[in-house]
Structure formats: structure tokens, C-alpha cells
């Protein structure tokens, strides 16, 4: 048997499964989604049986017949986007294309994200708000978007012409959020991460309580991350470092309040793992 073949025999064993599954669902629970993902399996079912049983008997493609099956496929996907359509309606959760920033950027964004989560955990925020946080904290740098990548990629310390150009990143990505009306809420991280409690950040100069509380969790997060990981400029910053620049922030830079936690959590850190990156090991002199 051919790895092609296998190919074949696998894809109609998970559209078969697929189809018992959602049958079964839709016996349990008679939703319109999974009359909708039936009808999706069914038709790959058809097309996937043609042809994969024509493969394997004649060892060849379907020529003049190979519309049918390609046909059997487009009706299942039709069907799979009305199940997405019908979802996105359902559920109080909004995707929006942009949610795929991170995936086209980097790791960091979904560190500063599970840090900011963390955060939000332990200060006493209710699961929901934690998620939310989280979602915050995925896209707080959306609006890098605009930066040209010559800027973003520099390896020495930028010019005061090209960290103008960094500083409207909170902007273009808090213009980028709001134009999601369910979920507008998410630009609170993008406009105000780069705010400081003494109200000498950007983009407009706020301080303390009046930068919101989600800006004030990331903006500990965001400069952990920062910190803790290693950049085009230099490399990263051992623990003890980090934890003193922290510190040394509290009620300047950051919020006293999360700050305090970022320390506790660094305290309950010793392998310096909570990036997950592969830190170098700090020698002792006897």
C-alpha cells in the first residue's frame, strides 16, 4: 500500500467518524449546527468514498467523473460555513480574523498573554475577566502592525525618529480593536500598555487609577516578558536583574498593586522557567 493510499483510507475513516459523531450529537441535541455538519461529513463522505475507492481499484485519478467528487466537496463546504456563520451567532464569544495576529507574528505575544492571565488570577478577577485579560494581552501589540519591519528588527537602540514611530503602535492598534464592535473592549490593552503609573508613558499621559486596570496588568507582564526573554538587541536578563528593574518600577512604571504580584510569582520561580525559554545558568563562586 502506498502512502497515498493510506492518505485515502485515513480520510475516509475520520470523515466516517466524524459523521457518527455529530449524528449522534444531533440525535442527543437536535441543533441546527449538526444537521449543518452532517450534511458537511455526508457529502465528504461521497466524495472522499468515489474517490478513494477509485484510486485504489484502478490506480489512477477519475478523469471525466472527477467533477462529482470535487462537487460533493464544495456542497460540505458550504455547509461547514453555515455552521460557522450559525456559531458565531450563537455564541457570546466573537472571532474576528485579526485573533490570528499572534499566530503570524511570535511567541512572545502569547507569553505576555498567559502572564497577564496569571496576573489577573491571582488578584481575584473571575474567570471570565481572566479570559478577556488574556485576549487583551494576545493582541496588545496589534498595532506594530504599521511599524515597518526595518524598525522592529533593529538590532542597536533605535533613533529618537524611529521610536516616534514605535510610540503610535498603541494608537494604530487601539483604532485596529475598536473597529470590532462586539468585542471593542479589547483595545483598553492595545491604546494604554505603554502608560505608567506616574504618568509619564504614551500615548496620552495618564496616571494611576485612571489607566485602566487590564493596561496596568499587561504593562507588568509586557515588561517581564520583555526582560526575561532575548531580543534583537541584547540578550536576556538574568532573574535577579528583572526582579530589582521590577521592583525598582513599582509605583513608577507599574501599578504597586500588580507589580507585587509579578514579584510573587517570580519569588515562587527559582529555575526562571515561566517563559519557558532556555535561560543560561548562572555560575556561583564559591
Known sequence: MTFEDFENIFTLFCTIVGLLYCLFKYIERPKRRYLYLIIFFLGHFFSDYYWGIYVLTMHTYPTVSEFMA??????????????????????KKFFHPLMLWPLLTNIPLFRVAKYSKMIAR????????????????LLHDVGKIGVPDEVLNYPGKLSSEDFEKIKKHPVTGFNILQSIKERSELSIGARWHHERYDGKGYPDGIAGEKIP?????????????????????RDMMPQEKVRE?????SGTQFDPRFAKIMLQMMDEDPEYSLSG??????????
Open 245 to 249: 528593574e521590577i521592583e525598582k518600577g
Open 213 to 233: 486596570e487590564e493596561a496596568r496588568i499587561i504593562a507588568v507582564a509586557d515588561a517581564y516578558d520583555a526582560m526575561s526573554s532575548k531580543r534583537n538587541y
Open 70 to 91: 470535487y462537487l460533493g466537496w464544495n456542497i460540505a463546504y458550504i455547509f461547514l460555513f453555515l455552521v460557522i456563520f450559525r456559531f458565531r451567532r450563537e455564541s
Open 277 to 286: 525559554e532556555e535561560h543560561p545558568k548562572q555560575t556561583i563562586e564559591e
Open 122 to 137: 491571582r488578584a481575584g478577577y473571575s474567570e471570565s475577566k481572566q479570559d478577556e485579560i488574556y485576549m487583551m494581552g
